[in-house]
């Protein structure tokens, strides 16, 4: 197309393999913490012990606070793309949305019945705020996006450390810990009733604690923007305008990102009072992760369009899928660990479940890739696509 706009259906390529790169990396770091469940075996020899620690370490620098900030900044950039097309077509899709994120909340329960930490409700509870910032400049929203990635309800707790230097308040008031007699028992609908109410509390308390939710609802309006700009797609009329401005996001992240790493223990050290300590390092954490995240995502989209996606076009069906894969790694992943299953939570250290990660993420990529040869969206993508479109022709 001469103005180098999407067509109405039609996918950025690039997009689906980011996004399929960051569902692979979720997938592997649940494994690793036997999703939620924080029960390992004893450590059989110091080698293996070694490797574990070292293997953690590497999986959680990689992955931890990155992939899910990954995850909620192509959220945004969907819905740029629905709604646009939307608009383009003479039609409002707020209503639409909403409905939308409703389905998305369904799922979000069904998957919250199985894992304790699930990212879905969140999400649908969170996406409501790109309604009534759709129509705002992007100046606006940009503003709107950079106060809330400021951590806002965090510097009111350091005000309040400040004020108050021997407070101590507790934050969380549900804790997963609750959640774990019945994680290691033998009873599938314990289970999924704890699930569903106290680790799901304790998910969306940990959230809203730790920074969590100001900085989805900064990266959903940053993917819209993205999306505005055309900043996630590459055509002979954007192409220096995109590649460049990518090389400038990696060149001033990649030092932020050094900086803001190396730089956290001397700042955590300088503080006492526990309070106001954890909330700096919610603060410095989430400034971090996001550094990084950028870091990931240039890098990523820079190398595909550099090499045409040679190599991380595999990924494309993998993220075409990304609700059937996240669901599905919940539901099979409780199987695998929890007491009502297979129970290997109680042999399996890091090694050995990052291997069942590795193995699982490729038969999850491999059915993505045959799936796809036979239809057009995965089997949840098509559910939550047509209930979304329900009585319209």
Not at 12 to 22: H, I, N, S
Not at 109 to 116: E, G, L, R
Request: glycine share 8%; with cysteine; hydrophobic share 50%.
């Amino acid at each position: 197309m001469a103005n180098g706009e999407l067509r109405s259906g039609e996918r950025v390529l690039a997009v689906d393999a980011l996004r399929g790169f960051a569902v692979m990396g979720i997938v592997l770091l649940h494994n690793i913490e036997h999703f939620n469940f924080y029960s390992f075996p004893e450590v059989s020899s110091p080698f293996l012990g070694s490797l574990d620690k070292q293997l953690w370490d590497l999986l959680f620098f990689l992955f931890s606070g990155k992939a899910y900030a990954i995850f909620a900044l192509l959220f945004g950039f969907t819905f740029y793309l629905q709604n646009h097309n939307c608009e383009r077509r003479g039609e409002d899709f707020r209503n639409r949305y909403m409905w939308r994120l409703v389905l998305l909340l369904g799922f979000g329960f069904i998957n919250a019945s199985f894992f304790p930490g699930e990212i879905l409700v969140l999400y649908a509870l969170l996406g409501f705020v790109l309604v009534p910032v759709r129509h705002l400049s992007d100046k606006v929203v940009a503003w709107i996006a950079f106060i809330l990635m400021l951590q806002p309800l965090e510097w009111c707790k350091v005000v309040y450390a400040l004020i108050h230097p021997e407070a101590n308040p507790e934050q969380m008031i549900f804790s997963l810990g609750d959640v774990y007699p019945e994680l290691g028992g033998h009873s599938l609908w314990e289970m999924i009733k704890v699930n569903f109410v106290t680790g799901q509390l304790a998910s969306l308390n940990w959230a809203w604690c730790y920074g969590r939710v100001f900085q989805t609802a900064s990266l959903f309006m940053i993917g819209m923007l993205l999306g505005r700009k055309g900043l996630f797609r590459l055509t002979e009329e954007t192409h220096t305008q995109v590649m460049r401005f990518w090389q400038r996001v990696a060149f001033y992240a990649l030092p932020s990102a050094v900086l803001l790493y190396f730089g956290k223990e001397f700042i955590y050290g300088q503080i006492a009072n526990p309070f106001l300590k954890a909330t700096m390092q919610t603060i410095w954490n989430s400034w971090y992760n996001l550094a990084f995240m950028l870091v990931m995502v240039s890098v990523f989209l820079l190398l595909y369009w550099i090499n045409e996606g040679r190599v991380q076009r595999i990924l494309v069906p993998y993220g075409k899928m990304s609700l059937t894969d996240y669901v599905s790694q919940s539901i099979i992943g409780s199987f695998l660990y929890f007491g009502y299953g297979l129970g290997l939570h109680q042999y399996c250290g890091t090694t050995y479940s990052l291997l069942i990660g590795i193995a699982f993420f490729l038969l999850q990529l491999g059915f993505a890739h045959w799936w796809f040869r036979h239809f057009r969206r995965g089997p949840l993508e098509t559910l939550w696509h047509r209930l979304t479109w329900i009585g319209k022709k």
